[in-house]
């Protein structure tokens, strides 16, 4: 029993202290997807339904919900959003070549129709990103002609 206290005092100890280094949050003011919006022109219901599901983890600004603030979460929700990052981000665009353009689109995509994004996780406490059969093709077809676009070679108007 003994042995059970000590590790229970250390884990505590071990928790509080978590409280005091958290990770760096992704917060970056100002319009970071306006070369995005600007080169890709997507509907305005297609906009809002990326900005409501998809840019908390693949752009450079998170709206962080009050949970973030207690570790171990914090931790968990800044490797999601590493994660997302390193996938797709759409505060980078400009910064990808055509090819690599094209090719998150596709991602984007088979994502969004095999119904990978968003994670089950993020749609639990965010019920707007709960996206409808509507909703997952519009942004498909969107996806779609985008890349189509990009492959002849011209830009979505």
């Keep these: 029993m003994k042995v059970l206290k000590k590790i229970a005092v250390g884990l505590l100890v071990i928790l509080i202290g978590m409280q005091f280094y958290r ?3 992704n917060i970056q003011e100002g319009e970071h997807t306006v ?3 600007k080169e890709t022109n997507p509907p305005p219901q297609v906009k809002a339904i ?3 599901t998809c840019y908390d983890c693949h752009s450079n600004n998170t709206v962080y919900p009050w949970y973030n603030n207690i570790a171990p979460v914090s931790y968990w929700l ?3 959003v590493e994660h997302g990052k390193g996938h797709l981000n759409f505060s980078d665009w400009d910064a990808y070549n055509l090819k690599k353009k094209d090719h998150k689109l596709e991602e984007l995509v088979e994502m969004i ?3 990978e994004m968003p994670l089950k996780e993020y749609t639990w ?3 707007e990103a709960r996206l409808s059969e509507q ?3 519009e942004v498909a077809d969107w996806a779609r002609k985008t890349r189509a676009l990009y492959q002849l070679g011209r830009q979505p108007e």
């Design 125 to 127: 406490t965010h019920a």
């Design 23 to 25: 990770p760096e949050k």
């Design 78 to 80: 800044a490797d999601h």
């Design 35 to 37: 070369a995005f919006l």
């Design 113 to 115: 129709t095999e119904r």
């Design 50 to 52: 990326l900005q409501e």
């Design 135 to 137: 909703q997952r093709k």
